[in-house]
């Protein structure tokens, strides 16, 4: 469990998160969503640790992140970061293997039950036949599925992904939050940044709209996706229609 209380945070003396609270429990999947920056990959280092806070307390399962070790800290939070630059030529299988760093160490051999486990990963996003092709050689597509293979196989009970379907096609963009959704259910946290409003209704159970001035709403998909509010966010009229799940598109300036 993820908690932030009062976090203010950003780069130099720039704020760019600012008094800012959250509670991630088990079962959680929280999407992050708000204009291009917006503070959202920002939130997202944040609550990965990567960042350091000015304000607040950040804690995870109760203790001080300041109290976690890297390694310990990365056995229950996997962080998937917007950058899918993979310049080494390790092939797809290795990439994955390399997720098990927190559980092992970097150069203990992995035995056949981990290959097993990482090929298991590949085919949770589809990408099975991907495990001995040289990642450099990967479309954009296929590399962000490696990395979420990665990150399945890594596990924990927290995921904090960037942007995770950025390159996927509908199809693969369906299967990877559906997969995500199961691990949810079964009580791991989730937490996403996404562009796609009507996804991110439809698979969140919790929103966070974040706007230029700092976070503008977070709470229920219904309460978060109303007109008036995402217009403020994003500065520009939107119109929000129900119907299956929500349509939000720019609606006529008047
Ligand atoms: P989003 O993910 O919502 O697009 P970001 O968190 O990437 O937004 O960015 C929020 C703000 O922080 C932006 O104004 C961006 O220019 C700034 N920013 C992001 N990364 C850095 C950095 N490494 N150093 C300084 N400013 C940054």
């Not at 950003?10 to 929280?30: A, C, Q």
């Amino acid at each position: 469990m993820i908690d932030l209380i009062d976090v203010t945070a950003g780069y130099r003396n720039r704020p760019i998160i600012k008094n800012f609270s959250l509670r991630l429990e088990r079962g959680n999947f929280v999407v992050l969503i708000g204009p291009n920056g917006a503070g959202k990959s920002t939130l997202l280092r944040v609550m990965a640790g990567l960042l350091p806070i000015n304000r607040g307390m950040r804690h995870l399962d109760g203790k001080d992140y300041e109290r976690y070790s890297r390694r310990l800290f990365s056995q229950r939070v996997t962080y998937l970061p917007q950058d899918r630059n993979l310049s080494l030529p390790y092939t797809a299988g290795e990439i994955v293997l390399f997720g098990a760093y927190a559980r092992h160490g970097l150069w203990e051999t992995l035995g056949e039950s981990e290959q097993r486990r990482a090929r298991e990963a590949l085919k949770q996003v589809g990408a099975a036949a991907l495990f001995d092709r040289p990642v450099t050689e990967l479309s954009g597509g296929e590399r962000q599925r490696v990395l979420l293979a990665r990150s399945l196989f890594a596990g924990g009970e927290t995921y904090l992904l960037d942007e995770p379907t950025a390159e996927l096609d509908p199809v693969e963009e369906e299967r990877v939050m559906h997969t995500f959704q199961g691990l949810s259910r079964k009580g791991a946290c989730v937490v996403m940044a996404l562009h796609d409003l009507s996804l991110a209704a439809r698979y969140g159970n919790q929103l966070v709209l974040l706007g230029k001035t700092g976070a503008i709403a977070a709470g229920r998909p219904a309460e978060v996706l109303a007109a008036g509010v995402l217009s403020r966010a994003y500065g520009v009229p939107l119109q929000v229609e129900r119907s299956e799940g929500f349509i939000i598109t720019r609606s006529e300036e008047r």
